[in-house]
Structures are given as C-alpha cells and as structure tokens.
C-alpha cells in the first residue's frame, strides 16, 4: 500500500511539474503520450496473484470492476482469482501455473467486447471466463466464438448467451429453469395462485425470468394479479407497492438482484403488507439480509447451492473464502469459483492446449463436483444435474425449504430450443 | 382515496429530498450560470461520511441505540457530513470550476462532468463498488392514520428539510450575505465594482450547496438504508430537473419543483406505466417549458441587444 | 487542382477517399502484430466516436445551440437500421447463394439501413429541434437530455428490439471501410456546410441571435436545420455502430453518460472546431483503452483507469478552457504559431459567454 501511495504521489508530481515546466499547450501532447506510454507497458504482475512464468497457462478474465455492476464483477473477480490461487498452489494443471489476465468493462456492452478483443488478439488467452450480465456477456460471445476460444460465462441467465455458438458454455441456471422452477414450486409447493409480480425493468435478468415465470405461473393455473416494475437503483418503492397492495395477492414475485430487494421488503413491511416475496439466484448474498433484515422474515429464494450447506466442499469454499476476503461469498462468488475449477479441469483433460480441444473438454465435463452442485454440461453448453434448492429466511438464517432433484431442472433443458 | 393519500404522501416525503438537492444546483446556477453535474455525486459523498460516521458511532455507543441519545449523535454525524461535504465543495469550487471563470462556460460544465466521473469511479475505487447498509441511528417507528402509512423517517426528513429551506430564505433574504449573493448572481461584474468580494461569496454559495446536499444525503440514508457509489446519479438528475421545473436559479422554484418530480413520479409508479417512470419527470419538464420557458418561478427576461 | 471543374476536382478527391479507405481496410488487418484485430477494433470505434463528435459539434459548435441528446439521437438511428436489417434485410440476403451477389446486396443494403437509420434520427432531431425556437442555453440542454432519456425509455418498453434483454441477432455488415467512409462523409458536410451560406448563418446564429434575425437571417429555420443535420449523422453513426461485431444492442448503451462523452469530445476539441473534435474524440476514445495497463504499471490490486481518465479530462479542460484549438482548425493553430506572437489573452468567444452570463435570470 505504502508503495503505491508513492507512485501516487509520484505520479502526481510529475503532473505539477510539467504544468509548470512546460507550455499549456503541450500537456495534450503529453497525455496522449503518456497513455501511448502505458499501453505499450508490458503488462507486469496483472492478476496481483502468483508470479507469472514463460510457461504459464493465460486464461481470460473480463468483468465489471466498475459501474453499476460491479459489486457483482468484483465477487466474480475474487471467486476466480481463489479458485485459481488453490489450483495454482495444488501443483496447477498440467505442471504449469494458471495465469488470469482481468480486464474490466466499466459494466458497458461495447467495452466487453474491447476487452475480449484485447485479451484473445494481445494476450493470446486459451480460454475466457465471463460475464455477471447476460447483455455484456452477449456481446463479447461472438468474437469468442468468431476466435474459437471457448469462454464460460459463471452467471449469466439468459438462455440466448450460449446460443451464440458452441465456444460458449454457463455454470449457472438459465432464466428457463429458475423462472420455471419457482413458478411450479409456488403452485405446486406452496399451493398459491393469485400472486404479484414486480419486475425489474432496467435488467435483462429481472425482464428475462419475468418473462418465464408468468409463462409457467399461469399454464399451471396460476393467475397474476398485479404488476409493477422498478428500475435497478431506485431506492423508493413504495407507490409501486401501494398499487401491488390493493390487488391483495398471496405472495409477491420479486425477480431482481439483491442490491434492491432489501430495500423493497422494509417499504412493503411499513406499508402492512405481509405477503412473502419469492425470488431467484439474483438475491444470493449476505448483503441481502444485511440491508433486508427482519422484513425479509418468511421470503423464499430459488438457489445454486446454500451457503449453510454442511457439506465439506461448500464449508472449505466459504471458509477460505471468507478467509482471504473476510466477507461469507455471494451467489456469484461461488459460480465464478466453479466456473474457473471446471475450466481448469477441462485444461487437465484436453488433448492439447488450444482452442478446440479445450472446448472439446469442456463440453465433456461430467459430473464434477462443483460448489454450486455436480456441474455436467449438457448437449446445448449449459450446466445441467444441478440440484437446485429453495430456501426460507426464518429468524434471518436460511433454512433449506426443498430441493428440486436434476430431472425436474431438466426439464427446461429439453425445452430450449437450439 | 387511500391509495390516493399514500402516494402523495410518498411522494412529498422523496420530492423533499429531491427539493434539498435541487437547492445546491439551483444555488450554485444562479451565481455561477453553471449546471453543477457533480452535485448528485456530493450527496452521495455525505451519505458515505454519515455511513462511516455512524457505523463508528452506533459500534462504541451501542448501548445508546434507542435513548434520546441517539438524536444527538445522529445530530452529530450529519454535521460531520455536512462539514466534510462543505469542506469538499469549497476544494471542488477553487480547483475545479475557480480557474475557468473568465473561460467559456462550458469549459467549466466539462470539468463539472469531470468531477462527477471523479467521485463516481473514485467512490468505487475508495469505498468498493458493493451497496452498504447505512447504520439505523434512529429507531424506526410506524405512524398510522385513517388508513394511510408512513414512518417517523418520511417525518423527520419533512421536518429537517423544511428547517434546512427556512434557513436558507433567511440567509438570502435576511443577512448581508444574501443580500451579496444576490448581487453577484444579479450582475457579477457590477457586483465586484460595487465592492463586493465575489470568490468569496462563490465560494460561500459553494459550501451552502454542498451543505445542503450532505443533510439530503444523510436523510436519505436513514429512509433508504442503502448506499452505494453510484447513488447519487439519478436522485442527481431528478433534482436537477426540479430545479429547472421550479425556474433554475430560483430557491422557492427548486422547493415546488422537487415536490411535483416526487408526487409525480409517486402517482406514475403506483399506476400501470410503472415501467416509463425514469421518462415521466422529462416528460412533465418539456410540457411545463413548452409554456412557460423559463420554468414556473423563473422570470422571463428579454434579451437585450 | 484549380483548373477543373468543381465536380471533376471532388470525384477526384471522392475515388482517392475511397481507395484510400480500401487499401486500409485489408492493409490494416494483415499487420502482422500482436493484438490488431484489438487495435483495428479502437480504430473501428474511434471512427463512431469521430463522427459524433463532428456531427454534435454542427449543432454545439457552429450554431450554438447546446444539446445534451446526442445518445437519443444515435439509439434511434442504431435501433431502427438494426431493426431494419434484422426483420428485413437480412432474411433476404440469405435467401442470396453466397458469392458477389450476396456481398453486393449486404452492403448495399447496410448502407440503405444506415441511411433510413440516420433519416428517422434526423425526424427525432426535427422534433427535439423544435422546442429549440422557444428554449435557449440551459433550458435547451435539460430539454434535449430529457429527449434522449425518454427515447431510452421507450425502447427500453418495445419488446420487439428486445427491450431490457438487448436487440441480438443483428448482422455484423459495419466494417472500418464503412465507418470511415461516414466518418469522412460527415467532416467534409461539416467543412462545406462551415463555408456555406447556411454555415454563415449558423454562425451569426451563435454569436447573437437578435443581430443575426435583425440582418434578415431566418434564426428559426436555421436552428432546426442544425438538429436535423447533427441527429442524421448522429444517427448515421448509430446504424454503423450497431452493425458492428459485436452487433448487439442495449438501452444501457445509451444513457445520458454517453451524451456527456460525446459532448466532452466536442467541447475538449474546441467548439467550432472540427479537426479539433476529430482529435479530441480520438484522445478520448484511445485514452480509457491505454489506460488499461495503468494497473500494472502501478502495481495496483485495484483498477484504477476510471479514477485517471477522469482526473485527466478535468486536467486537460482546465489547460485548454477553449478546447484544443480554441475556434480555429489544426493548421490555422498551427500557421499562427510560426507567424505571430501568441497573445496572452484567451481565444475569442468569451464575451460572449460573458454577456450571456451577466443577462440570465437572478435568483429571487
């Protein structure tokens, strides 16, 4: 830290210098000499990880380090980086160090596929891991499958994103399977049929899932009885809920992201409404209670894995997680710690080490022992046999509410059309 | 009927944290003739100070939580905001936008634009891209009548707003300050022949802005626990289009203005255009200067040859 | 090149562009280095930004009317020629067997969606331009932001161009020959218009409205004019950037940030001055990319490029408050350094802005 304070200041005093020493005008010559300067830098030590070497497998990282995404693009970033500190620390993969080359996107479409330009034509990465958004990683799919790199996308839902061609693999859900998934749970399980949906507008996610659970919700009987939408970051929702209010549903379906929904279950709490919100993996997080608190008391989420799973690979995942970053991991966290194994795993049983064979790994991967539930890839590259649970917020702890065996999250796979 | 209260009362309660925003802007316009960009990022800047501020103080005081002692601290760490945002407007005025008075004006909109990237990408950078819960450093209780909701929040954020409003109609009509602040903003180079020390007054102007902006920041905090660094771009905006809505350069303007963006927007929301929201202040704001260019409160001023 | 005539001289000047352009466009993809294709690419986007930067700058720069809706302008364009391509062209050219055919009608017909995008944009521009009679300085900007959030808006609520989910499927057609080709297109209507009639008038317009209605120039007329013909290249600019790999759209896209972008361009450029928005868009368009490797360099965990390129862009614009070249163009600049002695004062327009300051409404 004190090193780079210097450099700061360093820095910053070499720019009082030349206001000073030379003419004004010649400070625009300077910038674009400066930038040209750093972009002609080789790059050192980029990951902030283990030491780079000749020899040293160079993956792909792009992802929103800034802009209104970020704080998902930077658990992202720090599930990569862990997954590949422990492989790295286990020996690496094939004798040789993973190196992760991150390039942000300020949370922009056209500056992901920059980045991915970047990374595949001046770092000649093997593969690719990213996107949080389905929108930025659309648009950096193309060029990785125009370059044949496989890239794998840790949370991105929508069902379009691997349609791109047969380089792009997710690890996540898609908007097919939760949306689904929750709509016939809430039915099926929680016998309920007039219910609300509040969507938010500004996301692909919030607009995409919207879509499929009202499809599912309503060919199972299911009828909904008030609609309302919100854009992400908005901060008072309480008209729209005034307006959910008067229809009196049952329950509410808030598919949106975390960063929103505490928010929205104190306002309902305040206006008297008690009915449940149910939500999708958007909401996995310990921010979500964190700001939610007791409003939250009785929502159910659709979710990857829980955080509270005894089970030995989710409690080391955690506690080295929350060891290295001292924070319990998020949703994304979590898939972008798979997301990186299983690309390692696929680097271990690929014939060689390019493109193709790569992608040919990939898309054998069977069965592994994920995080977030035993990853296979399916014939259309996106996980499946992945269990997926709903979970309860009682007493702000999550409780395991049940848990949809393979087979029914299957279903939506079969649906998907190629 | 009810639905019809609850709205407007939602609506009241955000137009007046949109109304103190506006202020800073409207403020800052009618000295300077400058749109502020950064403004929406100052208040989310003191937003962050009261998170610091109050986690620090509801972690060593925590046995206070509840007492009458939490009103002063909270008292307290409003007025660290509203000094460290202060502090910043008057550093943001003389590094920023000081140089560029005899510039073209929109020189200094441009570095105003600058300066909101700054506090944006610095905020991420500084505090961490990830939504922080602002601390409760007042209880929160439910206050219900004939039907209708509300919070002591939505009260306490009327209250502390009308004062902050209050106090500033009495130092731009009742000190002599004001009575330079209006001078300068009437004619600035009469002004400083007149004698009278126009930096300093900007810079003066500056501070109330920021000021103003820290105590919506702090209110907003406690109404909507969460904080994040891109906060302040759209209650920014909003406030800005209230401040124009008003009569840009008009304090009692920027008060209306933002109450109707708030009630508005409230009445929008709840109704089924839910989705065109963000549009619906624009919206308003184009009819509204379709007829009266100047905004509500602005005068019209013919322009002299 | 005096003793042609003028049509002679500028298909001349036109088959040189255009040869030019096409040796680029296959030379500059055969450099054998490390990372063209991301190089090309900045080139490629570079171009986009050029060409809304010049085109704000007729409507800022030349006839002063301060416009905050440029994003709007270019959604509008980027939408309706992707949609064009996706739900029209584009089932026809694959009915196409592939060979000459087919590459003539792809471009032919990008260059029809590009221009049908740019003329519907033009409209939009028509529309917004409108309220311009009635508005002036600040109130214009907050009136033509508001124009380009609430198209934003409406796209974001049209299902059939994806709406929050992203307009995919659209033809990757856009290529540097294409976007240059605009780009060159758009500063040689900048330069003619400049030493027009209507540019004239443009300018009277901008340095005072009433001396310029009281010589007879039709201020109205002239105002709109500008709007139609910055939006149509703006919306130009939208059709080839949406056609452009990734070819994907997004509301997000455009936001009033990237109008901030755009006008940043112009104003560091110089208003009025096109070499000076060319340079400028292209400063600002490499400068987040270059910055890219300031993380390494500085030995940081965190990335740090937003953080520089805006405390530079404050730095730069406290430099140069005028802009680049102030009002003058890249030679004019350049000619005056070697002939005279640079003044100490600043360019000229200030009085102007002065007088526009001392007679804005009071606070009351």
Redesign the interface.
């Known amino acids: 830290m004190a090193q780079t304070c210097t450099r700061v200041r360093m820095c910053a005093h070499s720019f009082g210098l030349v206001t000073d020493v030379m003419k004004r005008n010649h400070l625009i010559l300077f910038a674009a000499a400066l930038s040209l300067l750093l972009a002609g830098c080789p790059p050192k030590n980029e990951s902030g990880g283990a030491a780079a070497g000749p020899g040293d497998i160079v993956i792909g990282e792009y992802g929103s380090l800034t802009g209104p995404q970020a704080t998902f693009g930077q658990s992202t970033h720090n599930g990569i980086m862990m997954a590949v500190d422990q492989i790295n620390a286990a020996g690496g993969v094939r004798g040789r160090k993973i190196k992760i080359l991150t390039e942000d996107d300020q949370s922009k479409q056209e500056d992901a596929a920059n980045a991915v330009t970047k990374l595949i034509s001046q770092n000649n990465v093997l593969a690719v891991l990213g996107e949080v958004g389905s929108s930025n990683s659309l648009a950096a799919a193309p060029i990785c499958q125009a370059n044949k790199v496989p890239m794998i996308t840790p949370s991105s839902t929508n069902p379009e994103v691997t349609r791109k061609g047969d380089y792009i693999f997710r690890i996540c859900f898609t908007d097919d399977d939760v949306g689904e998934n929750m709509a016939r749970y809430v039915v099926e399980q929680l016998h309920v049929k007039r219910a609300a949906m509040l969507t938010d507008v500004k996301t692909d996610y919030s607009t995409g899932l919207t879509a499929t659970i009202e499809k599912t919700f309503t060919s199972l009987g299911g009828q909904i009885v008030g609609r309302a939408s919100y854009a992400n970051g908005d901060s008072d929702f309480r008209s729209q809920l005034t307006a959910i209010k008067q229809n009196k549903p049952e329950l509410i379906f808030l598919p949106g992201y975390y960063t929103d929904v505490g928010q929205i279950a104190i306002q309902a709490r305040d206006l008297g409404m008690t009915q449940p919100f149910v939500g999708g993996d958007g909401w996995v997080s310990p921010k979500l209670v964190e700001i939610g608190g007791k409003a939250l008391e009785g929502c159910i989420y659709a979710n990857h894995y829980s955080y509270a799973d005894p089970t030995p690979v989710v409690r080391n995942f955690v506690q080295s997680y929350h060891d290295r970053y001292g924070a319990v991991p998020d949703g994304m966290a979590a898939l972008a710690f798979d997301a990186a194994r299983v690309l390692a795993d696929a680097l271990k049983r690929a014939k060689k080490l390019d493109g193709p064979s790569v992608r040919e790994a990939i898309a054998e991967t069977k069965g592994f022992p994920g995080v977030t539930g035993t990853i296979t890839i399916g014939p259309d590259r996106n996980a499946v046999g992945k269990k997926m649970i709903f979970e309860e917020i009682k007493n702000g702890q999550l409780t395991l509410k049940a848990t949809i065996e393979p087979k029914t999250a299957g279903v939506a796979v079969k649906t998907a059309p190629h | 009927m009810q639905?019809f209260l609850?709205?407007l009362l939602?609506?009241v309660?955000?137009g007046a944290i949109y109304a103190l925003i506006a202020l800073g802007y409207?403020?800052v316009?009618?000295?300077?003739?400058l749109?502020n960009?950064a403004h929406g990022d100052v208040f989310m800047l003191g937003s962050f100070v009261g998170f610091y501020a109050g986690g620090w103080a509801t972690t060593h005081m925590h046995d206070k939580a509840g007492t009458w002692m939490s009103w002063p601290i909270a008292g307290a760490v409003m007025l660290l905001a509203m000094i460290a945002c202060g502090l910043f407007g008057y550093l943001n005025e003389r590094i920023?936008y000081r140089?560029?008075r005899?510039?073209?004006?929109?020189?200094s909109?441009?570095?105003a634009?600058?300066?909101s990237?700054?506090l944006e990408?610095?905020g991420?950078?500084v505090f961490?891209?990830?939504?922080k819960?602002f601390p409760t450093l007042i209880e929160k209780h439910?206050i219900?009548a004939g039907g209708i909701?509300t919070?002591n929040y939505q009260l306490i954020v009327l209250v502390v707003a009308i004062i902050f409003m209050a106090i500033l109609q009495y130092i731009?009509y009742g000190t002599k300050f004001g009575r330079a602040?209006?001078a300068v903003?009437?004619?600035?180079?009469t002004a400083s022949l007149m004698g009278i020390p126009t930096d300093r007054i900007i810079s003066i102007t500056f501070i109330i802005g920021s000021v103003l902006a820290a105590v919506a920041g702090i209110l907003?905090g406690l109404s909507?626990?969460?904080i994040?660094p891109?906060?302040g771009?759209?209650?920014g905006?909003k406030a800005?289009?209230a401040a124009?809505l008003g009569?840009?350069?008009?304090?009692p303007g920027a008060v209306v203005g933002g109450l109707i963006i708030g009630i508005i927007?409230?009445?929008?929301?709840?109704?089924?255009f839910?989705?065109?929201?963000?549009?619906i202040a624009?919206?308003i704001?184009?009819g509204i200067?379709?007829f009266r260019?100047?905004?509500l409160?602005?005068?019209y001023?013919p322009?002299?040859? | 090149m005096k003793r042609f005539p003028w049509w002679i001289r500028d298909t001349i000047y036109a088959v040189i562009f255009i040869g030019v352009l096409i040796g680029l466009s296959y030379g500059l993809e055969a450099i054998p280095i490390q990372g063209i294709a991301y190089y090309n690419r900045i080139l490629v986007l570079m171009g986009i930004n050029i060409t809304l930067a010049v085109s704000l700058n007729i409507i800022n720069g030349h006839a002063g009317q301060f416009s905050l809706g440029h994003a709007g302008f270019m959604a509008v364009g980027a939408y309706f020629a992707a949609f064009l391509t996706v739900y029209y062209f584009s089932p026809y050219v694959n009915t196409i067997p592939e060979g000459t055919g087919q590459w003539l009608a792809q471009n032919g017909l990008l260059l029809l969606a590009v221009l049908l995008g740019g003329t519907v944009a033009a409209v939009a521009g028509y529309i917004v331009g409108l309220p311009s009679l009635r508005l002036r300085g600040d109130y214009l900007a907050i009136v033509t932001l508001g124009f380009g959030e609430i198209i934003r808006v409406i796209i974001l609520n049209i299902d059939k161009v994806g709406a929050a989910r992203g307009f995919t499927g659209i033809p990757p057609w856009s290529n540097f020959f294409w976007v240059y080709f605009f780009c060159g297109v758009t500063i040689a209507i900048s330069w003619r218009l400049v030493n027009s009639s209507v540019g004239r008038a443009f300018l009277s317009v901008r340095e005072d409205e009433i001396a310029a209605e009281a010589m007879g120039v039709d201020t109205t007329k002239y105002k709109v004019k500008a709007f139609i013909i910055g939006s149509f290249l703006a919306g130009v600019a939208g059709g080839l950037f949406a056609h452009y790999t990734p070819a994907y759209l997004n509301p997000t896209m455009f936001t009033f940030i990237r109008s901030f972008e755009i006008i940043a361009m112009v104003v560091l450029g110089g208003l009025g001055s096109i070499s000076g928005s060319v340079l400028a868009a292209i400063i600002l368009t490499f400068l987040p990319e270059g910055l890219r490797a300031a993380k390494g360099v500085l030995h940081m965990t965190k990335d740090p490029r937003m953080v520089i390129y805006s405390v530079m862009l404050i730095v730069l614009m406290l430099t140069r408050p005028q802009g680049l070249f102030g009002r003058r163009e890249l030679w004019q600049v350049l000619a005056r350094r070697k002939n005279t002695i640079p003044t100490k004062g600043r360019d000229e327009g200030d009085a102007a802005d002065k007088l526009d300051r001392d007679a804005g409404p009071p606070v009351s």
């Not at chain 2, 316009?29 to 003739?33: E, F, R, S, T």
């Not at chain 2, 009569?247 to 304090?251: D, H, Y």
């Open positions: 639905e609850q709205n939602n609506g309660a955000v409207t403020m316009y009618g000295i300077l003739k749109i960009f920023a140089p560029l005899n510039a073209p004006r929109i020189a909109l441009i570095t634009i600058g300066v990237f700054f990408y610095g991420q950078f961490g891209p990830d939504p819960f439910l219900r909701v919070t731009i602040m209006r903003s009437f004619n600035f180079e907003y909507y626990p969460k994040d891109l906060m771009i759209m209650p905006l800005f289009i124009v009569g840009i350069g008009n304090v927007e409230s009445f929008v929301g709840g109704s089924q839910s989705s065109f929201r963000d549009a624009f919206v704001l184009i200067l379709l260019p100047t905004g409160f602005g005068k001023e322009e002299k040859v």
